[in-house]
């Protein structure tokens, strides 16, 4: 974290050094971000809240020019190698955006389901008086439990077999290319 230290702002953010932000990366924001919020030489003065509200203020606004530029730098870096880049490219973009399409269906399920367990014991709070009507919430409550687990075995087998399939696809599109490359060069031998 040295490299930071002369870049320090008196509210404990960040300077950009470089004069402009076609050098910003995520991997630079983040690791920036981060250093904000666990830096030794902020610890000691304020607290964690602060540490983390200052550290995200400074840079949670070139997080939109930092996903750009690190875009901007994948297809350069992808244009520049030869197919089987593009391939690795699409692979890993694919497989990550699975990962995180199936990480926000769970997310939104349990928000859902957490949501009406919620509900249900402020009902059931408000029907402590009559017993059966308690249990009744408490069984339905049971049930909303039950439906979260199985939607976590469904929404993660989905997920997984999704990426299982991805990964399948992707290695017998790369031992096909093999081939064709291999074909290829026995012929020029021949």
């Avoid at 992707?170 to 074909?183: A, F, I, K, P, Y």
Wanted: net charge neutral; proline share 3%; charged share 15%.
């Amino acid at each position: 974290m040295e490299e930071f230290d002369d870049a320090q702002k008196p509210n404990g953010g960040f300077v950009d050094m470089n004069g402009g932000d076609d050098d910003l990366t995520l991997y630079l924001v983040l690791r920036r971000l981060v250093a904000g919020i666990f830096s030794p030489d902020t610890a000691s003065g304020a607290p964690l809240l602060r540490r983390v509200k200052i550290s995200v203020a400074d840079h949670f606004p070139l997080l939109r020019q930092a996903s750009r530029n690190s875009a901007r730098n994948v297809v350069l870096w992808t244009r520049r190698g030869s197919p089987l880049r593009a391939l690795l490219v699409i692979s890993v973009g694919t497989i990550t955006l699975l990962t995180l399409t199936g990480l926000l269906v769970f997310m939104l399920f349990f928000l859902a389901a957490t949501f009406n367990a919620i509900v249900i014991s402020l009902l059931m709070s408000l029907a402590a008086a009559g017993g059966f009507l308690a249990l009744f919430f408490a069984c339905i409550t049971a049930i909303y439990i039950g439906a979260l687990s199985v939607a976590v075995v469904v929404i993660s087998t989905a997920t997984i077999s999704a990426i299982i399939a991805v990964l399948i696809t992707t290695e017998l599109d790369w031992v096909l290319l093999d081939s064709v490359v291999g074909d290829k060069e026995k012929r020029r031998i021949c």
